[in-house]
């Protein structure tokens, strides 16, 4: 929460340089409260799991929020009940066309990655969705391929495939440490990614509208924001469980897959043992400070003022 404190009080600056947020009584005291609307694209397969992370970090913050599942109305995955889609989703064309405003979305990664943009099902449907968020949400945020995705289709940035797949649990170091997203956090922190392309610095430092935010020696790019914060592209997997990159590792075995060992994920690198959770404090904090700095403290009240 805003430290709330007199406008002329010393301390304010002093607090400011420190990188704290401080509100003072004259902003304070012409805030209007109402829930924050959040769509979440839900591209993922199993969807449940991916609802069961995302919502958890969502809800890690003392601020109230209306989610909104959202689906391609194009193609249909084979690896969650229909029902469970007909209930608690809605498609992207339903959204567009019922007019409604938004003050955040997500849109997750995907399984298409190793595909060109244009040859993935449901990419024209995404093109139209990414398009009417820059004129009906106040800031979104990408994960994984839809990072990749919506640099593409933002900036022309292209994605490159990797000679071997990045999986595992990587350091990484803040670039900008007096960026929003990055409030509280360490000089160096661990995330985990899995992929099997990467976008490229030199693409994104070519950009003026985009700054890197974070990235790792050896996973590369991982946190890239618009110069207003309201897109956030982020390549890797903060909202992974801690047996999530066990589970696809099991799986990719079992299909014969042999460069998916995550790394630096396994105590001692023994598959036989229990992983344990080391980035949890970090990527909740990323969602935190988003949806408070970028979002909550900035979206107008009435959102038909977008």
Known sequence: ?????????????????????VMTNARA??????????????????????????????????LQAEITFIRTGTYTGK???????????????????KGERYDAFI???????KLDFEDVLYWDELKRLMDWMDENVYSSM????AAMAALYHHYGIPKYTLPRKCV?????????????LTRGFNETFLAPHSRYTEVRKEDISAVNDL????????????????????????????????????????????????????????PEDDP?????????????????NWLNYLVYQNTPYNLSNL
């Open 168 to 180: 595992g649990v990587f350091p990484h170091k803040v670039m900008n440490v007096h960026h929003p």
């Open 107 to 113: 849109m997750t990664g995907a399984p298409v990655e």
């Open 211 to 266: 700054e890197i935010i974070a990235e790792s020696n050896a996973a590369g790019v991982y946190i890239v924001a618009s110069q207003n914060g309201r897109r956030v592209y982020v390549t890797g997997h903060g909202e992974y469980d801690v047996d999530t990159l066990r589970n696809e590792y099991l799986r990719d075995t079992a299909q014969g897959i042999t460069d998916s060992f995550p790394i630096n994920y396994f």
């Open 29 to 62: 005291n012409h805030q209007d409260i109402r829930p924050l609307k959040i769509g979440i694209v839900n591209l993922m397969p199993i969807k449940p799991v991916t609802e069961t992370q995302l919502l958890r970090l969502l809800s890690n913050t003392p």
């Open 79 to 97: 690896n969650t009940d229909i029902s469970h889609l007909e209930t608690f989703y809605t498609t992207i064309d339903d959204v567009i066309n």
């Open 142 to 145: 990408f994960i994984c391929w």
């Open 272 to 288: 036989e043992k229990e992983p344990v959770m080391r980035w949890r404090s970090h990527s909740s904090l990323l969602y935190i």
């Open 1 to 21: 929460m805003p430290v709330r404190i007199p406008d002329n009080m010393p301390a304010v600056q002093a607090l400011k340089k420190e990188n704290i947020f």
